[in-house]
């Protein structure tokens, strides 16, 4: 398999997906981390992991991982307002910054997404696992902290 068939977003955008890429997400997650403690705001940030991307690209051709890809990323921009930041951060990789929300409100997110990606998905990959980590910041936490809690929570999912 061509190990390039789904790239890595680079930079500001991501191509494949129209989401914000990686740079933007960085710049967020500090601007909105700190904005949230300063100001004793909620802010939470929600990752996202894709499984079985690299096996559709293998089994039924890039151009339905790039759709699949696509879709995912609608999923996920729906379910988010205006004021929310949508990102793909990594190959397989999504992260979402959710302003003005707490925790039970994020899994309200989570909730809508896993609710309306099954129904989006073309057919043939039903084998995609759309796995969730999330977190809200702590008093004086940093952003690094912050994802890496989030990410915590995503590797316990993908283990179950």
Same mark, same amino acid.
């Given at each position: 398999?061509?190990?390039?068939?789904?790239?890595?977003?680079?930079?500001?955008?991501? @191509?494949?997906?129209?989401?914000?890429?990686?740079?933007?997400?960085?710049?967020?997650?500090?601007?909105?981390?700190?904005?949230?403690?300063?100001?004793?705001?909620?802010?939470?940030?929600?990752?996202?992991?894709?499984?079985?991307?690299? @096996?559709?690209?293998?089994?039924?051709?890039?151009?339905?991982?790039?759709?699949?890809?696509?879709?995912?990323?609608?999923?996920?921009?729906?379910?988010?307002?205006?004021?929310?930041?949508?990102?793909?951060?990594?190959?397989?990789?999504?992260?979402?910054?959710?302003?003005?929300? @707490? /925790?039970?409100?994020?899994?309200?997110?989570?909730?809508?997404?896993? /609710?309306?990606?099954?129904?989006?998905?073309?057919?043939?990959?039903?084998?995609?696992?759309?796995?969730?980590?999330?977190?809200?910041? /702590?008093?004086?936490?940093?952003?690094?902290?912050?994802?890496?809690?989030?990410?915590?929570?995503?590797?316990?999912?993908?283990?179950?």
């Amino acid at each position: 398999m061509d190990e390039l068939a789904i790239p890595e977003p680079i930079g500001w955008e991501d @191509d494949l997906t129209g989401l914000d890429g990686p740079d933007l997400w960085q710049r967020v997650l500090v601007a909105e981390t700190a904005r949230a403690d300063k100001y004793r705001r909620p802010f939470t940030v929600v990752v996202a992991e894709l499984e079985g991307i690299l @096996d559709i690209s293998e089994a039924f051709g890039t151009d339905l991982a790039r759709h699949t890809m696509r879709v995912i990323a609608q999923c996920l921009r729906r379910e988010t307002r205006a004021s929310d930041y949508c990102t793909r951060i990594a190959l397989t990789r999504f992260g979402v910054a959710l302003t003005e929300t @707490d /925790e039970v409100e994020a899994v309200n997110f989570v909730e809508r997404v896993r /609710e309306s990606v099954p129904a989006s998905l073309p057919g043939g990959v039903e084998a995609l696992r759309l796995s969730f980590g999330w977190a809200s910041p /702590e008093p004086g936490e940093s952003a690094g902290s912050l994802v890496t809690r989030a990410e915590r929570r995503l590797i316990g999912e993908l283990l179950r």
